[in-house]
């Protein structure tokens, strides 16, 4: 049985289609079983890394794990999700685990690497006897379903570092490489960076969105103080902000095309536009949080 937390997010809901597609046992953690579509076959079970207790039951008879957290970095002196989810599948004995990371992971001093430090330890420790896989993507095409709301009223959309280019990942990608690690066991001890095609900016993303739709979108940008101001509204403490901006504005790590997805899958990793005419359908679908992890992941059910 493999396992898929964060089953209902960008990525793992991916895997879990990849899995089902591939006839492989699929069991798709969530807090709300009861109210999420999973493909046939599919097994839905409660648990909520919030709630260790809830895990055990959801890790039984489990040899493969995918983990991944949308706790926000710095609402708890360590981060617990990850934590949890590591102890439970050491608990389980599952031997395969693929985790979801950032770029970079733990390089660095500030409060997101030392986060992110301590996450991927609890995966990468030696004691558990995980054949573990690190995933370290930037940032996700599909942050861009942030704009759902915006673009159901208007065409303007208001930005924050609009003009940061990053080479945004297909979570599609992203997915494909972890049930290749999760079936065949082949990256373990691997830690791989993944980027996509095109190092492009949020309002030239954007600007290829409005080709796909149709419609002539536009970008607003956002200043740093109101950027700020969003990010302490969803719950980040002043010196993740601060470090958040750190990273946004300094430097352009995360702007370069890596050859990882070539290399690893064979073919091209997909393009913006690629995933944008894939997921056309879903800007008239529900909203999403307009400041998500800053590692790029996506917050889940």
């Not at 590591?86 to 031997?95: D, F, P």
């Not at 300094?250 to 091209?268: A, H, N, Q």
């Amino acid at each position: 049985m493999i396992l898929v937390t964060g089953a209902t997010g960008h990525v793992g809901s991916e895997l879990v289609r990849l899995l089902a597609a591939a006839g492989e046992p699929v069991r798709a953690m969530t807090r709300r079983p009861g109210q999420t579509r999973l493909p046939a076959g599919v097994e839905a079970v409660y648990g909520d890394a919030a709630d260790p207790a809830s895990l055990d039951a959801a890790f039984a008879g489990v040899h493969a794990a995918f983990l991944m957290s949308a706790q926000a970095i710095g609402t708890a002196p360590e981060p617990t999700h990850d934590l949890a989810l590591a102890g439970a599948a050491a608990r389980a004995r599952v031997r395969r685990v693929v985790k979801l990371s950032t770029l970079d992971g733990g390089t660095g001093d500030d409060p997101i690497a030392r986060w992110q430090r301590t996450a991927e330890a609890a995966v990468t420790d030696p004691a558990h006897g995980f054949a573990w896989t690190l995933l370290r993507p930037g940032r996700f095409m599909s942050n861009a379903l942030q704009w759902t709301d915006r673009l159901r009223v208007g065409d303007e959309v208001a930005i924050p570092f609009a003009d940061r280019a990053a080479a945004s990942v297909d979570p599609a990608d992203l997915a494909q490489i972890a049930a290749a690690a999760l079936t065949t066991g082949e990256h373990a001890g691997d830690v791989h960076e993944v980027s996509g095609p095109q190092s492009l900016t949020p309002v030239e993303e954007l600007a290829i969105l409005g080709e796909v739709l149709g419609r002539d979108l536009r970008a607003r940008p956002v200043s740093g103080e109101a950027a700020r101001a969003g990010m302490a509204r969803y719950g980040f403490p002043p010196d993740v902000v601060d470090a958040i901006m750190r990273r946004a504005l300094d430097g352009d790590r995360g702007s370069e095309v890596l050859p990882t997805v070539e290399k690893l899958l064979g073919r091209p990793a997909r393009t913006f536009t690629e995933w944008a005419v894939a997921h056309r359908e879903a800007f008239r679908g529900d909203g999403y949080p307009a400041y998500p992890n800053p590692g790029g992941g996506p917050a889940v059910d």
